[in-house]
């Protein structure tokens, strides 16, 4: 068995094996894999002992954020949009 191992995935998210600890990452609460293709999910590697690195779909997480959720807050905000100004028109 590898260090790393995705043990089942399903329409709310999927479970990761990590150092015989199991983890399920809902897609609720982790967007990047909701659409992504199974072997996509399935290609995750484990860097340096703490870090799941996802090359196909650019996704980084650490084991901390997996253990402590709560310290890792995943709100993105957005600034308010600017609006553009209209050049006149030349006739």
């Given at each position: 068995?590898?260090?790393?191992?995705?043990?089942?995935?399903?329409?709310f998210?999927f479970?990761l094996?990590?150092?015989?600890?199991?983890y399920?990452?809902?897609y609720?609460?982790?967007?990047?894999?909701?659409?992504a293709?199974v072997?996509?999910?399935?290609?995750?590697r484990?860097?340096?002992?703490?870090?799941?690195?996802?090359?196909?779909?650019?996704?980084?997480?650490?084991l901390?954020?997996l253990?402590?959720?709560?310290?890792?807050?995943?709100?993105?905000?957005?600034?308010?949009?600017?609006?553009r100004?209209?050049?006149?028109?030349?006739?």
């Amino acid at each position: 068995m590898s260090v790393v191992e995705v043990t089942n995935i399903d329409a709310f998210g999927f479970w990761l094996l990590v150092h015989g600890k199991e983890y399920f990452l809902p897609y609720d609460e982790y967007p990047w894999f909701k659409d992504a293709r199974v072997r996509d999910i399935l290609g995750v590697r484990l860097v340096h002992e703490d870090h799941l690195h996802w090359p196909a779909l650019d996704v980084d997480l650490s084991l901390e954020s997996l253990e402590r959720p709560e310290s890792f807050p995943l709100i993105f905000k957005a600034r308010p949009a600017t609006p553009r100004r209209r050049r006149a028109r030349q006739v």
